[in-house]
């Protein structure tokens, strides 16, 4: 089998092999080679995403039954599959931890909070992610806790994924002997944090070097566990702790529960086949109460079969993070706070894992994240970072450098050059990690990504903003302006505002603020794209804004009053729409919307009913702009969650003034489900051609909402939840209308997000839903696509967003 310009992906598929109870798929650049194996499966198919664009690959696949592995499929074919790219920011998020493998060079690991994880291609010096397969049910495992790594093999890597804490099992772990880009998957007894307070803590998995196949994991809830065949089964440490927080202990303390912070092993020899005996587990105050534990360290020397408290010079406080240095000496943070940003008091210690402890620094004002040591005693290099530290004066605090053990310190971070020079890197100095292969390459993470210096040992560290490939930001929304428009995309995101891009290879730098504030919605005026208007949230005050651009987005003013509900409901689920130039409906979170005809000099509310606050859910009426017929507005209340009201569509006549329900809206029983997992939007080339994706089900309207008609294509997956309430997977929960195919019958191609005969993924029509075809394919799911906008101008490219993954466009 061949594939040339395969773009970023292909599928590759065979035949069925009788008496096979498994194939093995191979990659080459030779032609008659197996090459590379890239995957084991028991289907006929294998996506692989890490082909390179106008390479000529060649696959070889063979089929193994239980006397093994056989001749080569006879029959065999490639599709090229939809290319996916990230439009450029560049970080944008909590990236949590940093993993380098201790022997092999260049092999480093990056874990964020609600993006997923990457990996270090040195050849093109950026980021690959490792986690894009995860699908819409895997979005909670976006949220990394630890990366552990196998240091007798380089091409193992494990990850625990898990949102939040809490009473129940649902974390996982995550298993690859191909550097991530394959997984399976071994559901979990506890939870995981990947966003809870703490999650820069760790590792809490950790491989044991002389025994691969022993793992040990230190949980937020449920003390410490143990695993003996390389994560299959798992046991708690009872020998430690049999304590399990119950539900109320999680709350009471607001669910940021820190339980078992780190686990790390006292040994200087790898892969002896023999379990290391000794090793430390750092407990959290929180998990030291409620288990009735006398220590926040406790020392086995027996593999774990026993336990002992190990006096420490610092009692109370959290232990982020511990070295063992290669002469058996252990380098040991106290802090007060699980951070992100600890406020401090803090220590560093050295530790003979005895009863001698030397101080080596201290911090009264701030806390300590990072920590990292090359080498040894009285010539340690150790890398400090000093967290909840803001601003980069003369005197400040951001990464402190020992070369003599710890005796003394210079900082190598504040006031040093920096590429870009306008981008803060101080606050969340959470992780600092010394390269094992290059004691001058350093790198730490902060708020918004990674920062890198390769002369650390220069009395001026140049740093660079090490994010290529790595993008963590967090849409809200997505809007495309009409063919023609000098911009393509305009992206509303999480912490970091609105933005309008005129390149998708390059960050965007139009935008109505710089600030730390949330973009909630946008929209534009069809009939004139220049004109761009928004609402979000400015995080520092906690206060609604709206704001517009008369220009495309070169300039920008805030409205000069906002509409009722606009200041104090900020919630996501607001959103605005744009009839003309001057003239928009704005829907505020929980409130009944309302209109301005003066450009925001004035707002009147609409007819629209109030609604009513459901189980905490975002809630607002969805607000359309037919772009055909500016003085039809169509607002869609989707219930508010699963238990709420039937979802219904109301229309306008008059500009989006006055409203009306539809009763053919109402007749077609639309499933109540909450604002996020419900989308409507309009054909841009025929007025009053309407679709509406309820979360379960896709709905089409071509009498301006009069009547509906349910396609039966899309549906939910259901699994073990009761069927009337929390499907295991949407069954079409995002949709959009773009520039249709050349001779297709149907004026707009329709993209779904959602399920087609039970496999999730993003689908298309060319003719108004009578057949679709899968767009995206299993190594592209992002953990999930929450939000879709399409192209006017291009056919078959969409807009993508979801899993805190940035922004993506099809091509």
């Known amino acids: ?212 196949s022993t793992l040990f994991y230190g949980s937020r809830t449920a003390g410490l566990w143990k695993s003996a065949d390389s994560g299959a089964t798992w046991a708690q440490v009872n020998a430690l702790s049999s304590t399990k927080m119950s539900a109320d202990q999680i709350n009471a303390a607001g669910g940021q529960v820190m339980g078992v912070e780190l686990v790390v092993y006292d040994t200087g020899t790898r892969g002896t086949g023999t379990a290391t005996s000794t090793l430390y587990a750092a407990i959290a105050p929180d998990y030291v109460s409620v288990a009735g534990l006398g220590s926040n360290l406790y020392k086995s020397t027996n593999g774990g079969a026993s336990w002992t408290a190990v006096s420490t010079p610092v009692s109370g406080s959290h232990i982020p993070h511990m070295v063992r240095a290669a002469d058996g000496k252990f380098y040991v943070v106290f802090t007060q706070g699980a951070g992100p940003s600890s406020p401090g008091p803090a220590r560093l210690y050295k530790f003979d894992g005895g009863s001698t402890w030397t101080l080596l620094n201290s911090n009264d004002a701030s806390g300590y994240g990072g920590l990292s040591v090359f080498g040894t005693g009285s010539t340690a290099r150790i890398a400090l970072g000093v967290t909840n530290t803001w601003g980069n004066y003369s005197g400040q605090k951001i990464v402190q450098l020992s070369d003599d053990g710890g005796s003394t310190w210079r900082e190598i971070a504040a006031t040093m050059p920096h590429t870009p020079a306008d981008d803060g890197f101080s606050g969340w100095i959470d992780d600092v990690e010394i390269d094992p292969s290059d004691r001058d390459h350093v790198l730490h993470v902060y708020g918004g990504g990674i920062w890198e210096t390769r002369n650390a040992s220069s009395a001026t560290p140049s740093w660079t903003f090490a994010v290529d490939g790595l993008e963590e930001t967090c849409a809200l929304a997505l809007r495309t302006p009409p063919a023609g428009a000098p911009y393509p995309v305009i992206y509303s995101v999480g ?118 606050v459901i189980g905490g859910f975002p809630r607002s009426y969805r607000m359309v702009a037919d772009r055909k017929n500016p003085n039809k507005v169509y607002a869609y209340d989707s219930g508010g969650a699963w238990w709420g009201t039937p979802g219904k569509v109301y229309v306008s006549t008059d500009g989006g003034h006055n409203f009306t329900l539809s009763p053919g809206s109402v007749s077609a029983n639309l499933r109540a489900n909450p604002f996020g997992n419900t989308s409507m939007a309009v054909n841009p080339n025929v007025e009053g051609d309407l679709w509406l994706a309820d979360g379960n089900a896709v709905y089409h309207s071509v009498d301006s909402g009069a009547n509906w008609t349910k396609l039966s294509n899309f549906a939910s997956v259901w699994g073990s939840r009761d069927p009337g309430q929390w499907p295991e997977v949407q069954g079409a929960s995002v949709l959009a209308l773009g520039k249709a195919r050349a001779g297709a019958a149907y004026s707009a191609a329709v993209y779904v997000v959602g399920a087609m005969n039970g496999v999730w993924g993003v689908y298309r029509s060319d003719d108004a839903g009578t057949s679709w075809q899968r767009f995206n394919d299993d190594a592209h799911q992002f953990g999930g696509i929450n939000l879709m906008a399409a192209d006017q101008n291009l056919y078959g490219r969409v807009y993508t967003a979801g899993g805190c993954r940035g922004l993506f466009y099809s091509n």
């Open 495 to 612: 912490d970091v505002g609105t933005w309008v891009y005129t390149d998708l290879a390059k960050k965007p730098t139009q935008g109505p603020s710089t600030q730390w504030s949330n973009g909630n919605s946008s929209d534009v005026a069809w009939s004139d794209p220049l004109y761009i208007a928004g609402v979000g949230l400015l995080n520092s005050s906690g206060k609604g804004t709206g704001f517009w651009s008369g220009d495309g987005g070169k300039t920008w003013a805030t409205f000069a009053s906002l509409a009722a509900g606009g200041v104090a409901n900020t919630s996501e689920a607001s959103n605005i729409a744009v009839t003309a130039r001057n003239k928009a409906v704005w829907a505020p979170a929980d409130s009944v919307p309302s209109y301005t005809t003066d450009n925001g000099a004035s707002w009147t509310a609409t007819n629209l009913p109030a609604l009513t």
């Open 1 to 212: 089998m061949k594939a040339t310009d395969a773009g970023a992906q292909v599928t590759v598929s065979w035949a069925a092999v009788s008496g096979a109870t498994a194939y093995r798929v191979y990659r080459s650049t030779t032609q008659g080679q197996r090459g590379t194996l890239i995957g084991s499966t028991s289907s006929t198919s294998l996506a692989d995403s890490t082909v390179v664009n106008g390479t000529t690959y060649y696959f070889v696949v063979t089929a193994s039954n239980a006397t093994g592995e056989g001749a080569a499929s006879a029959a065999a074919s490639v599709t090229h599959g939809t290319a996916w790219t990230n439009a450029k920011y560049g970080g944008g998020g909590y990236v949590t931890g940093l993993v380098f493998h201790p022997t092999s060079a260049n092999v480093l690991y990056a874990r964020t909070d609600v993006g997923g994880a990457y990996r270090w291609n040195q050849a093109t010096k950026a980021w690959v992610p490792i986690t894009d397969g995860f699908s819409g049910a895997e979005g909670s495992y976006h949220g990394v806790e630890s990366i552990a790594l196998d240091p007798n093999n380089d091409q193992a890597v494990y990850l625990v994924g898990g949102m939040y804490a809490s009473a129940d099992a649902t974390a996982r772990l995550y298993r690859s002997s191909d550097r991530g880009d394959h997984w399976s998957h071994v559901d979990l007894p506890f939870s995981a944090g990947g966003n809870n307070n703490g999650r820069a803590i760790g590792e809490r998995l950790m491989v044991d070097p002389n025994k691969p």
